[in-house]
């Protein structure tokens, strides 16, 4: 579904384009029960990047996004989310840090829009109201999540998420459990949202597609360490079709099975 | 419920299947009391062993007309209710209280777990030679009935809610009484209501029992009082006066979590 803002919103967007704050990990370990999940791990991601982490099941994607909200505490190391930049308008310099799990997380005992509002003043309903119609949902405001299907609740999910303007999104396999043909309408407006808003953003996933159509950069995971760090060179909107989008593929793939590459 | 029955078919169905499920639940009861007022009234079952029912409706008529049976009914739902209110209520707050703090757990837990294991009842002796038959003895053994059910309730409750949302909440800047109204409370509240239901029915078997052994006033009383005098009519209409107290307590808890747990599909009716 396409993603339409008016000019007035376009011309916030524009404002708010710098908004992303940068992320530095240094020599991160984090440990459960004597198994080491990462170790030593670095990167540096850059304000308002779009990051995705792949890797199999169990290689720590999800322990290192977990850490960056502080849900883990890393043994050592360091985990820095810059500050928002000086020309930003904003209230204070703390950065605003939001996550998109894989299970959506609503409250079901509150209505979508009261869902969207969590930890909202009451006074900002208009704006929830708002993010909400970006989301396409605007009509089941007062609906409970319960009768919603899987990926509008992901919707409303990334509305609650985007109505705090946030400075960097993380998102945990949020797109994971839905049917092939809604995650490429919430891929799709994922990156309307990332491209308008310009927030920095870091996308843990299973799948190799969905890292390469969305991300600047594309890290694997192995063993705890960086294994692959590509850049994704490809222009925007990007088509899963093309040559060079199916070689990447191939390449990051061959990597996290382990095969030699066909070319 | 039927909602797996759709198409045409259903239509012709539903008339007949509506009315039999209307029906069906009241055949035998209303089987048995014919039987009831037949063997009454043709002698086989002697009055001074269980009345008729007419005898019991006109002995209500009598009661409720003389003032008498509102009266005990209204003493009797006032024990009943000051009973569960104070009961319920510290049950609420020490479960809500041990499940939050670790500290009031290690401290309470373990004592109120023993106190459990003793029945209310077992309590009526001392009890009596405490308050005497004042309404203290009834207060205080029905509040101890209702305590426990909503105490261990409100605990479980709060202990399985969702570590997900919990997760969420915290990220979403929630914490100390906004992430106990947002999350934890309402995630506990189908359990506790479990509780309250469990409770209103305890509230009154309690109540019963120390009403016919030591008491005053109240349906307990009345039935009791009417035994001395052979009255069998008057102690059938107080058995049956439980019964429908019973039941509307158990109806409001109902109620109540209709109301309250209307975001749970298991408790929306039907479209």
């Not at chain 1, 993603?3 to 524009?14: L, N, P, R």
């Not at chain 1, 883990?72 to 209230?91: N, R």
């Not at chain 2, 934890?184 to 109540?207: H, K, N, Q, T």
Request: net charge positive; proline share 5%; aromatic share 8%.
């Amino acid at each position: 579904m396409p993603v339409t803002f008016s000019s007035k919103e376009m011309a916030a967007a524009e404002e708010r384009c710098s908004r992303g704050v940068s992320v530095g990990i240094k020599g991160v370990s984090i440990a459960f029960g004597g198994r080491t999940v990462l170790e030593n791990f670095d990167i540096e991601i850059s304000a308002g990047e779009f990051v995705a982490i792949v890797g199999r099941s169990g290689c720590g994607k999800s322990t290192l996004l977990r850490s960056v909200v502080g849900l883990e505490t890393p043994q050592t190391g360091t985990i820095v989310v810059g500050k928002v930049a000086e020309h930003v308008k904003e209230h204070n310099r703390k950065p605003d840090v939001r996550v998109m799990f894989q299970d959506s997380r609503l409250l079901p005992w509150r209505r979508v829009l009261p869902n969207v509002m969590l930890g909202l003043e009451p006074a900002l309903m208009p704006q929830a109201r708002r993010v909400l119609a970006q989301v396409g949902l605007a009509e089941r405001a007062d609906d409970w999540p319960a009768n919603l299907s899987g990926g509008q609740r992901q919707r409303v999910a990334l509305a609650r998420a985007l109505v705090h303007d946030p400075n960097l999104l993380l998102l945990d396999e949020p797109l994971g459990s839905l049917d092939a043909l809604t995650r490429i309408e919430m891929q799709q407006l994922i990156e309307d949202v990332w491209r308008s808003r310009g927030f920095t953003a870091m996308l843990v996933t299973h799948d190799v597609a969905e890292a390469i159509s969305l991300a600047d950069r594309v890290i694997l995971i192995e063993g705890g360490r960086v294994a692959l760090d590509d850049v994704v060179n490809l222009p925007r909107p990007r088509t899963r079709g093309s040559a060079r989008f199916a070689a990447l593929e191939e390449r990051i793939l061959s990597r996290v099975l382990q095969r030699r590459p066909a070319f | 419920m039927n909602q797996h029955q759709k198409g045409p078919a259903f239509k012709t169905q539903l008339r007949p299947s509506i009315l039999a499920k209307q029906a069906l639940p009241w055949l035998v009861p209303i089987s048995l009391l014919i039987a009831w007022q037949w063997t009454s009234s043709a002698g086989i079952l002697p009055s001074r062993f269980l009345p008729s029912p007419r005898a019991v409706v006109s002995s209500f008529i009598e009661l409720s007309a003389s003032g008498e049976l509102w009266m005990h009914v209204r003493v009797s739902t006032l024990r009943a209710l000051s009973g569960f209110v104070v009961g319920g209520g510290v049950g609420l707050l020490l479960g809500l209280l041990t499940a939050s703090m670790h500290w009031a757990e290690i401290l309470l837990d373990t004592t109120i777990q023993m106190v459990r294991n003793i029945p209310p009842l077992a309590l009526i002796p001392l009890v009596i030679l405490w308050f005497g038959i004042d309404e203290s003895a009834k207060l205080f053994l029905v509040s101890l009935g209702v305590f426990f059910p909503v105490y261990i309730n409100t605990f479980h409750g709060i202990r399985s809610v969702d570590r997900g949302l919990l997760e969420m909440g915290r990220t979403y800047g929630l914490s100390g009484w906004p992430l106990y109204r947002e999350i934890i409370l309402p995630g506990a509240l189908p359990s506790i209501l479990v509780g309250v239901r469990f409770s209103l029915g305890l509230m009154w078997v309690i109540l019963i029992v120390a009403e016919t052994i030591s008491a005053r006033s109240g349906i307990g009383y009345m039935t009791m009082n009417a035994r001395e005098f052979m009255q069998t009519d008057v102690m059938v209409v107080g058995i049956l006066l439980y019964a429908i107290l019973g039941k509307l307590a158990d109806l409001l808890a109902k109620g109540l979590e209709r109301y309250w747990l209307r975001w749970n599909p298991a408790y929306q009716r039907a479209q």
